[in-house]
Each structure stands twice: as structure tokens, then as C-alpha cells.
């Protein structure tokens, strides 16, 4: 018999900012097995259920995971209900109205060499508090041998696109071109389908049979050509994208211009009506700066961090969500939309900030709706294969001598301001901001910067990364 708590320990696989993480080759049968079997138990001191739902993304890994996870449930006699590949916003909506527990197996946005399981109860996201559970409960089981074949269940997928075709009128987007830029994203076989049946014309792009790991807050150079290119070819009025397990969005407008995630948060919570937020500390400041809400809240990057945030959000306002940076959408209250329930979803959607965006920009073009945004720039980058000892070095150099060390970047100026909320975050005394932390997700340093024009942000990230890959730190 193995131990959970010994497997997790010693298998190089942990919890970052969003589920467990780590290289695909650390992920064995009995490592995946080890979390299920912990995660079940910590769901059995809160919720009675009989099956638990899996959905995985289109990772070649996944699959095998997917199986070895479906293996420990039967051990336990719990029914598996495998919705195949979908989004994990899909399978996030469907547990939470069947009232089980999910798991979803994706690395979401990182390389395609490592893998990552996200876990639901039935209802909604897990939270910090859950993820200590699973580490420190300790179950015995028996190692995984064999795995069963999975039948998929095409419901979750079906639910989750027609949450959405009720929440718009009919032909809706009637007369909109759009393009769904496919990659390998787990809701590139329903995106189409979602925006057709609203009445537009659709036009498929970019599908890839290799995994792509497409990160939001990091758009690469050619995926920004590749929408300028693309836009000006079909003469579309929105290009649509998300991330590998589709709970991240990426929209650009009729020009090609990618909208950063953030500033899709705060159009959609327009669109919304949303009284109040809860965001990660990164998010741009132009959220205060609208005047739109009534109460914002900052937390540490992550969404297990923006949901804890909810409740107390809940009791002095009607209306309440969240987003991140990366432009992944959090709904903590039920809404009426045209009429139309819209049902709490507490974790990343992609689709909903895209839908508002065209709702609110109606017939005009959606380069518009930037002139609604205070003029607040930021821009994100990193540093790949950036050890924690090395990421958690230059933090604190950074405290340790902030001014000095930002001069050697090229970036000297006087600091107002620190927050240490995650990671560190500077604040000039022009209002510029350059926020360094370390990925909870892969050995990489992630840079944000703000600004008052797009170049200048874009320029202080360039400076700081280039500086930092080459500095050394006691």
C-alpha cells in the first residue's frame, strides 16, 4: 500500500497559483492516483456524492492522466464521469450543477513537457485552505496496475454553450465577422458553433495538431502579427482565442489589436453591472480609475485568492466578480441578463468577456470601446527557466535596495510606493508601476509594468528582463 501524503511529498508536483503543476514525467499513475485519492477524502468531510467528473485539455499527456485519476475513483467506488476535452470552465459549470466534485487535467497555458490536474468541489473552484488539506491528509491505496477506457460524455460541453446561446437574442451578432483562432485549445470544436448559432459568420484559423501553449499576459510576436495579418485579411471585427484549457481569453479587435485581460475585465464588468471586484494585485490601476465600482479589492495572483475575496465582497454589495490579468473572468453572483438568468460560475471563463465586449460595443467597432478605459497602459513578459531560488534573490535585492537596484535596469526613479502583497510591486512617484514575481505555475519570473502610454510599459519590461538575465544575485 502507498501513502498520499508520502507519493505527493517526494513527486515533485505541487500546488502554484492555480491547481497542481510539474513536469509531465513527474506525473505517474500513482503520483495522479495520489491526489484523487486525497482530494476525495478532503471532499468527504463537506459533500456526500457518488461520481466525479474529469475533463482534460488537448495535451498528449493528458488522456493517460485522465485515466490513472479515473483508476483511483474506482478504487474508492466512485463513478468517473469522463466529459472528455472541453474547457475548463465547461466542467467547472457542469459539476457545479450536478453537484459533484470535477477534476481537470491541464497545464493550461505552460509548455506542452509539463501537466497540471485542477480540482472543483461541487460548488466551485477549491480554495487555498482545500489544497493544504490535500497536502497534509494522509490515505493509503493500492498503486495504480491498470486503467480503464473512458467513454466521453458529451454534456458538460453541451451545457456550457448553452448557458450562453440564452444569454444573448436570437442573431444577436448578426452581421459580425469573427475569427476563432483554434490552436490547440480544448473549446476550439464549440467556439464556432456558439457564435454561428448568434448569427455570425465564423471563420476558423490557426488549428494546430501540436500543443501550443498560448499564454495571455505574454502574447508572443508572432501572435501579434498574426492578428494584424488576419484581421486585415477576413476583415473581421473580432478575433477570439483562450488559452490551452480555454478559461483564459484572447480577443483582439477589427484593427488586430489584442485587448489586454484586464481591460477586458473591466468591459465586461461594465457590460455586467457588477457593483464590486476582487482582482489581483497586477491588474492595472484604471479599474479605481473608472469610477465604475463601488468597492475593489486586491489579492494575491491567483484564483483561489479571488474567490476567498467573495464573500465578504457579497455582503454589502449585490453584484460581485472577479478577474485576472490574463483576462479570465470570475462570477460570483447570479445575474439577469436580457432577461435571461445568468447562474454564478466562480472560476476563469473565457467566453462571457467576449460576449460582453460585443454586446457593449453594439454596432460600433470594438477598437472603440478602448476610448472607455482610462488611458492606463500595462504590459507583461518573463523570463523562462528562472529557478524560485534565483526568482526569490532578486525580490530581495529589490527590498533590500530598491532604488539602487532599479538604476542598474536603467529604470532609476523615485519610489512612492511598495507592495509586497505578491511578489514586489513598485510605484513611482510618475505613477508608472513594475511588479516582479515569481510563476506559480513554471520556473519563470514574470515582469508587469504600467504605464501612461503603451511603449513606455512595454519599454520598462524589456529594460528590467534584459538587465535582470544577465545580473547576478547574492
Not at 487535467?105 to 490535500?134: C, W
Not at 498560448?214 to 495579418?229: M, Q
Amino acid at each position: 500500500m502507498l501513502q498520499t501524503q508520502n507519493v505527493i511529498a517526494s513527486s515533485q508536483v505541487a500546488f502554484g497559483t492555480s491547481g497542481a503543476r510539474g513536469l509531465v514525467e513527474d506525473f505517474t499513475p500513482d503520483v495522479c492516483a495520489a491526489f484523487v485519492h486525497a482530494f476525495v477524502e478532503v471532499m468527504k468531510q463537506r459533500f456526500s456524492f457518488e461520481a466525479v467528473a474529469l475533463g482534460i485539455d488537448n495535451r498528449p499527456s493528458s488522456p493517460a492522466m485522465a485515466a490513472a485519476c479515473a483508476a483511483a475513483l474506482i478504487e474508492q467506488g466512485i463513478k468517473p464521469v469522463f466529459y472528455g476535452v472541453l474547457p475548463t470552465p465547461a466542467l467547472a459549470f457542469a459539476c457545479m450543477q450536478a453537484g459533484i466534485p470535477a477534476i481537470m487535467v491541464t497545464g493550461s497555458h505552460i509548455p506542452f513537457d509539463r501537466n497540471g490536474l485542477k480540482f472543483y468541489r461541487p460548488d466551485g473552484e477549491i480554495t487555498k485552505a482545500d489544497e493544504q488539506a490535500i497536502n497534509q491528509v494522509n490515505v493509503a491505496f493500492v498503486p495504480v496496475t491498470q486503467v480503464p477506457s473512458l467513454e466521453v460524455n458529451a454534456a458538460a460541453a453541451e451545457r456550457y454553450i448553452q448557458r450562453y446561446q440564452q444569454l444573448l437574442a436570437e442573431q444577436a451578432l448578426l452581421g459580425r465577422r469573427i475569427g476563432i483562432y483554434e490552436h490547440s485549445s480544448a473549446g476550439r470544436e464549440l467556439y464556432g458553433s456558439l457564435f454561428e448559432s448568434l448569427g455570425a459568420e465564423v471563420i476558423s484559423l490557426g488549428r494546430s495538431d501540436q500543443f501550443v501553449p498560448i499564454d495571455t499576459e505574454a502574447v508572443s510576436i508572432e501572435d501579434k502579427a498574426r492578428a494584424r495579418e488576419w484581421a486585415e485579411s477576413y476583415k473581421l471585427d473580432m478575433l477570439f482565442s483562450t488559452d490551452g484549457d480555454g478559461d483564459r481569453p484572447l480577443i483582439a479587435d477589427e484593427q488586430g489589436q489584442w485587448f489586454r485581460g484586464d481591460d477586458l475585465g473591466i468591459l465586461c464588468s461594465k457590460a455586467l453591472g457588477i457593483d464590486a471586484l476582487a482582482v489581483p494585485v497586477s491588474c492595472t490601476t484604471a479599474i479605481e480609475k473608472s469610477g465604475l465600482f463601488n468597492e475593489v479589492v486586491r489579492t494575491r495572483i491567483g484564483s483561489p485568492y479571488v474567490i476567498d475575496a467573495f464573500p465578504a465582497l457579497a455582503v454589502e454589495n449585490e453584484h460581485v466578480a472577479g478577474f485576472e490579468a490574463n483576462g479570465g473572468y470570475l462570477l460570483a453572483s447570479t445575474l439577469t441578463i436580457n432577461g435571461q438568468a445568468l447562474a454564478a460560475l466562480p472560476t476563469r471563463d473565457a467566453l462571457l468577456p467576449a460576449l460582453m465586449l460585443l454586446l457593449l460595443a453594439g454596432n460600433k467597432p470594438l477598437s472603440w470601446l478602448r476610448q472607455e478605459l482610462p488611458q492606463r497602459f500595462t504590459y507583461s513578459d518573463r523570463l523562462q527557466n528562472v529557478s524560485r531560488e534565483r526568482s526569490d534573490a532578486l525580490l530581495a535585492q529589490l527590498l533590500a535596495s530598491t532604488e539602487s537596484t532599479l538604476a542598474n535596469m536603467k529604470l532609476g526613479a523615485t519610489v512612492v510606493g511598495v507592495n509586497t502583497t505578491d511578489g514586489v510591486r513598485v510605484t513611482f512617484a510618475d505613477e508608472r508601476i513594475l511588479h516582479f514575481r515569481p510563476s506559480g505555475n513554471a520556473p519563470e519570473l514574470r515582469c508587469y509594468a504600467e504605464a501612461e502610454t503603451p511603449e513606455l510599459a512595454e519599454t520598462m519590461v524589456a529594460k528590467a528582463l534584459n538587465s535582470i538575465s544577465k545580473m547576478e544575485f547574492a
